[in-house]
């Protein structure tokens, strides 16, 4: 229980969130003592996608009475659920109970007439809407937020915390992606399929990667899968007699081939007539071809790929591993923070760690421990059944989807532990020699020379990390150690909350804490082979710039 004199001396806005936490159901979970049966990751994908297509989202007036919004939208039917929200204007997001309420909405909806333009007409669900006649309504709309804390806000919160559990778990409360985020997620996805169903009307677009698997920080791209298998199975009808029939379709020389027209088209359609897509571009030459633009109106920066299967089922793997127990996700957010606090990640493309290899390395490490925190990939395909047999391109993507067979660990570490053995383990792993496989769940040799090796757990012969650079990696080890360093440090604990000093988590997430200059001249001496290394290599490599920069550390 928190100090309720620590509550009153709090800031007025942190005072309130840290009440807000004091509520039971607004709690932070504590994972595997919940008994509820937790659901499939498809029956989870499915319910929400049912509940997506039965939701429209509105652009509203700045003012307006919310009582009078619902009641002009019950005339189509009961509504389930809305909440409204903010991105350059102020939006709707309207659950109906059934979908035809959504056609009968649509039916009393004009396509506009403009003066200067033209409208290309098309019936989506997402709508305007306008006042007949500009009255002076009262705007009290609570909107919800799609946005992380602020950095000073999150520092403060941090700093009130009771331990550095307690930081973890607040720091996953504040950034994990919310209700309303992750239905706006899937109306999104929702939205999109609508006009890819304009060339194929059976896909279905469903969302992956970090928006479903647990690891979602808000404000996270939203990846999307483009799924084709109802319009290319084989009919499973039987036909009577002698005959079979067979669509007359184009053929082309490769799979791949056949990915970039279809994103090449879908592209095209989002880019010309897709309702608050804007920033279009097509990328069909990546190993993994995509579509990427902006989603406006939900403020999403959307992937949208297609014969991208085994993505999903490693999203749907992350999802499990994400559920199993409660410090999984606290672990992986405190460490994503961590790495895009010191820019070891970036949303640019480059030699940097992605959030996706991190989590990787967490689970890891988590499979380690002595008694393991979570199983192996190899265990989880041991408690499959026939239902759970998949093979995707080759690969054997086998593994248990039922998450209430898999026996809870008996570990008991805490939160606090295990960060600080992470920056330990990772900060002396033999990179130079051992890769890293969830499958296993133990080092191997690496198979080749990449500085980072990540097996990618269902395509076993590729390494998810292969674009890591060695400075990148040995920036990563570096701020391990040094973080290792920091958390072992009497002073960095909660006893200096009252000289107003970060201490635990928020002493590593900043990029400068008291004390590192004693521990990177300690450093220096240690590494001074390094330093001659890294000086080598960014001779070799001919940039001044880094030649500078090196020589200035
Ligand atoms: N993926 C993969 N192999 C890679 C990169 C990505 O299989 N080398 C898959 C993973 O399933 C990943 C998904 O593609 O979750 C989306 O990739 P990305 O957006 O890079 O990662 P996220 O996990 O979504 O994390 P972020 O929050 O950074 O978007
Ligand atoms: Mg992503």
């Known amino acids: 229980q928190r100090p309720i004199l620590r509550l009153l001396s709090c800031p007025g806005t942190v005072a309130e969130d840290l009440r807000r936490d004091e509520q039971p159901s607004g709690s932070v979970e ?70 035809e309420s959504v056609g009968s909405l649509q039916n009393g909806t004009r396509t506009p007439s403009m003066a200067m333009e033209t409208a290309i007409p098309f019936r989506s669900r997402f709508l305007s809407l306008k006042l007949k006649n500009q009255t002076s309504e009262q705007s009290c709309i609570q909107s919800s937020d799609q946005l992380p804390p602020s950095n000073r806000k999150l520092c403060e919160l941090l700093c009130y915390a009771e331990s550095i559990d307690d930081q973890l778990n607040t720091l996953l409360k504040e950034f994990q992606l919310t209700e309303e985020n992750t239905k706006l997620r899937y109306l999104t996805c929702s939205l999109i399929e609508d006009i890819a169903a304009a060339y194929f009307p059976d896909c279905v677009v469903r969302p992956f990667g970090s928006s479903v698997n647990t690891f979602g920080k808000l404000g996270c791209d939203l990846d999307m899968f483009l799924d084709l298998d109802e319009t290319r199975n084989l009919s499973t009808h039987k036909t009577s007699g002698n005959f079979l029939t067979e669509f007359q379709v184009k053929n082309v020389p490769s799979e791949r081939i056949a990915t970039q027209k279809i ?24 190993r993994c071809p995509l579509v990427r633009f902006s989603h406006q109106a939900s403020g999403f920066q959307c992937d949208l790929t297609t014969n991208n299967r085994i993505a999903l089922t490693s999203s749907e793997l992350l999802y499990i591993y994400g559920t199993l127990d409660s410090r999984v996700r606290a672990l992986v957010f405190g460490i994503r923070c961590w790495a895009r606090a010191h ?32 199983p192996t990939l ?29 026996k809870p660990s008996g570990n008991t570490e805490t939160l606090e532990l295990l960060l600080k053995e992470f920056f330990e383990y990772f900060g002396n792993f033999a990179f130079n020699k051992n890769s890293i496989n969830i499958r296993q769940g133990r080092e191997q040799n690496k198979p080749d020379s990449s500085p980072l090796y990540i097996q990618n757990p269902f395509e076993t012969a590729l390494n998810i990390s292969k674009n890591v650079s060695q400075s990148q990696l040995q920036k990563f080890v570096d701020l391990a150690q040094e973080s290792a360093w920091v958390l072992q440090q009497k002073d960095t604990d909660r006893l200096s909350v009252s000289n107003n000093q970060p201490w635990g988590l928020a002493a590593i ?8 200059r004693s521990f990177t001249k300690k450093k220096r001496k240690r590494s001074a082979n390094e330093s001659v290394r890294n000086l080598l290599e960014s001779l070799k490599s001919n940039r001044t710039a880094n030649f500078t920069e090196t020589n200035e550390k």
């Open 509 to 516: 997430l900043l990029p400068t804490v008291p004390n590192r």
């Open 263 to 286: 994103l090449s088209v879908i592209g095209e359609c989002l880019d010309h007539f897709g309702p608050g897509c804007v920033g279009v571009q097509k990328i069909l030459n990546a």
């Open 30 to 99: 504590t994972g595997f003592e919940d008994k509820i049966p937790r659901k499939r990751f498809s029956e989870m994908q499915n319910e929400r996608r049912e509940q997506a297509q039965r939701t429209v989202l509105i652009r509203c007036p700045e003012k307006i009475s919310e009582n009078k919004f619902l009641k002009y939208l019950s005339q189509h039917g009961p509504i389930n659920n809305h909440f409204f929200y903010e991105s350059f204007g102020l939006y709707a997001v309207v659950e109906f109970c059934r979908k």
């Open 343 to 374: 820019s070891l990640t970036s949303s640019i493309p480059g030699a940097w760690i992605t959030n996706f290899s991190l989590t990787m390395m967490v689970i890891f490490f988590l499979q380690r421990r002595s008694p393991p925190i979570l």
């Open 378 to 406: 190899d265990s989880l395909k041991t408690l499959a059944d026939a239902e759970d047999k998949c093979i995707i391109e080759g690969n054997n993507c086998t593994f248990v989807r039922d998450l209430n067979r898999i």
